[in-house]
């Protein structure tokens, strides 16, 4: 394109809550074949409700509020570890103990493990706030609640478990739900041709509720950020030209792999900067307003 029709392009972007960030993203994004979306953030609100406190009782019973006990304990410990953490489950968990009134002390020492959960020192005991094949792999024996967190799992939830001392202590599901614009922007894009995945650090069974819903094929789940970045090239040594959608720091080298990144504007400083395109507005239909953009302008050159 002429960079008159660039400057036009990018003008017009701006009026729609877009930034292009040079002049190849502008030109590149009306020619992409798939789109690649991250789920937590992205594809929804990226503000997880808490849902179920579900405490694993371990101690003797010593009245008759002891499970309302049982479930403020959990809820504590679990705040206590998460209170450092920028994870959205995190400040959900936090906020929601907050709302419960319950006093949230600090850790005396924190660590996250990204994609997985956190770990910390309270009181001189270890906390660890993690998924359950995070829980699995550490060592914890889930027999008793794996059926339980497998049916809040096939609502979409996502579920993280709770062990004090190295004792389970009990488990927290939260939801997230799709933005309103969602639906829209992928029918809207299968409409222009292009192909719709979706890709998340979620366990499966709460993945595959979020594609049912929004009617997504192509899904993978429980991946890590260096998989993540693997499933683009993938998709680029299958010949295509890959868009990809994310907000996280975990979407940040896949962003950068994909021919072009799009990063949602309420998203991580990390990603932000990872980006070609820059999303203002929560809105994800930009994304279909970006690429009808590209094509004027592209289509303006000869
Ligand atoms: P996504 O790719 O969907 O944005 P993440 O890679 O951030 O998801 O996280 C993957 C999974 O790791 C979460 O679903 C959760 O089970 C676990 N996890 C990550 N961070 C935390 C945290 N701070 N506390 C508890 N669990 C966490
Ligand atoms: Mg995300």
Redesign the pocket.
């Known amino acids: 394109a002429t960079p008159t029709a660039i400057m036009v392009g990018m003008g017009k972007g701006a009026s729609s809550g877009v930034i292009f960030k040079g002049g190849d993203a502008l030109e590149i994004l009306g020619k992409i074949q798939v789109t690649v979306f ?5 594809l ?1 609100e ?1 503000k997880p409700k808490v849902t179920d406190i579900i405490p694993v009782n371990t101690s003797n019973r010593t009245n008759d509020n002891s499970e309302l006990d049982d479930a403020n304990t959990l809820l504590r410990f679990t705040a206590i ?2 209170k450092n ?6 400040k959900s ?1 936090v906020q929601n103990a907050k709302d419960m009134n319950l006093h949230i002390e600090s850790p005396s020492e924190f660590v ?7 770990r910390a020192v309270f009181e001189g005991k270890e906390i660890l ?6 829980m699995k792999r550490e060592g914890v024996d889930l027999n008793s609640i794996e059926e339980n967190i497998f049916n809040l799992q096939q609502e979409g939830k ?3 478990v709770t062990t004090h001392d190295g004792k389970l202590i009990g488990f927290i599901a939260l939801l997230d739900i799709p933005k309103p614009s969602a639906k829209t922007t992928l029918r809207e894009l299968e409409k222009l041709g292009i192909d719709v995945v979706m ?5 499966q069974r ?2 595959a509720t979020i594609a049912k819903d929004l009617s997504i094929s192509r899904v993978f789940s ?4 260096s998989e ?1 970045v693997e499933i683009i090239k993938q998709l680029q040594n299958e010949g295509k030209k890959v868009g990809m959608i ?6 940040a080298a896949a962003l950068t792999q994909a021919d072009v990144g799009i990063a949602v504007g309420s998203g991580t400083d990390i990603a932000l900067e990872a980006g070609n395109v820059v999303l203002l507005r929560n809105d994800l239909f930009a994304v279909i307003s970006s690429i009808e953009i590209s094509k004027k302008t592209v289509g303006k050159i000869k």
Request: hydrophobic share 30%; glycine share 14%.
């Open positions: 991250d789920k937590t953030g992205t929804t990226g570890a998460e953490s920028e994870h959205p489950l995190a968990i996250s493990i990204p994609g997985k959960g956190v706030v993690a998924s359950p094949s995070q996502t579920v993280v890709l998340t650090g979620d366990n709460a993945a429980d991946v890590v950020p993540k994310g907000d996280g720091i975990n979407d």
